[in-house]
Each structure stands twice: as C-alpha cells, then as structure tokens.
C-alpha cells in the first residue's frame, strides 16, 4: 500500500515542479530581461492601466511557450533523476539550465520574429531559477525507489548491527584499583 501511496504522489509531484519550475523561469524572463516592472512606474495612471493588462496578457503567452517549448527537453532530465532516484539539488539546478538553453536554441524563431529570451545571460537564469524551483517542489524526493546510489552514512544506518559470535563471551569489567 505504501508504495502505491508513493507512486500516485510522484504523478502528482512531478507535474507540481514542473509547473513551478516554468513559472520561475517566466518571472526571470519577465522580470529581468523583460523589465515588466517598468510599465507600473509611469506618471499617467492610464499608462500603468495598461502596463497592468500588458503584463497580465504577456505573462499568459511567455507561460504558455515555456510549458510547451521545455518540457520536452527537461523531461529528459526528470525521467532520468526520477528512475535513478538523484535528488541531488546540483542535478536539478544543472537539468534546468540545460533545458533552458537547448529550448532557447532549438526552438527560436527563424522568420525574424523576437524571441521569448534572447540575451543567454537570462536563459541561464532562467534555467537556475527553474531547476531549483523543480527541485524545492519534487526534485528532493526524487524516485519511486530509494536511492540506489547512497552516501556512505546512509549505508551505514541503514544497515543491521553485526551479528554477535555466541562463543565470544562479553568482557569483564577491570577491577577498580585500590
């Protein structure tokens, strides 16, 4: 049962991240090389009106293309930690960098058209911010099963104490000195 339990969580948790992750990396893209945050600096309120809906329409699309355009690039990446159970934060952050930067390479518009982020130093962020926020969310519990690669501390608890040899008998305790 419990490992039914813990199978139906990771169907949960990893969409969870994944979402988490590309709403990160949007609000890098849109705070950061975007400048969102600009348009509600104006002195005209109608100007601030319509860097409001400006924002809230803009946020929508960049949203949409990054779940559309990483997600098959990072489920590499994911499928990967979660059949080998790594939960390491490294692999993850790594995982979304890589993942923003193939995504951003392959699927940038040909035609002349802006792209969604075009300086790499934001694509990385990007991919920083979102590999990090996959990890925080399903990342760290990684993997149906435990981790077959586990520190030595682990190990160490994780295995029974050595068993007793019957023919040895307990030492006997010193006589105090007089």
Sequence with gaps: MDNLVRLLLRFV???LGYFASVIAGACVILIGEW????LFTADDPNVRAWGIIIAIVTTVVVLFLLLMLMWLV??????????FAIRSWMFHVANGVVS??????????SDGAP????DPFYVVAAGLAGGLAYWLVA???AGFFKPILR????????LPP?????????????????
């Design 139 to 141: 990342g760290s519990t």
């Design 151 to 158: 520190s030595p501390a682990e190990r160490a608890g994780a």
């Design 100 to 109: 923003a930067w193939i995504g951003a390479q392959l699927f940038s518009p």
């Design 13 to 15: 948790l990893v969409p």
């Design 35 to 38: 400048r969102i945050g600009t």
């Design 74 to 83: 990072a489920a590499v990446g994911i499928l990967f930690s979660e059949a």
């Design 162 to 178: 050595p068993p007793r040899r019957p023919d040895l008998s307990p030492p006997s305790p010193e006589s105090p000195p007089r």
């Design 115 to 118: 792209a969604v982020a075009g």
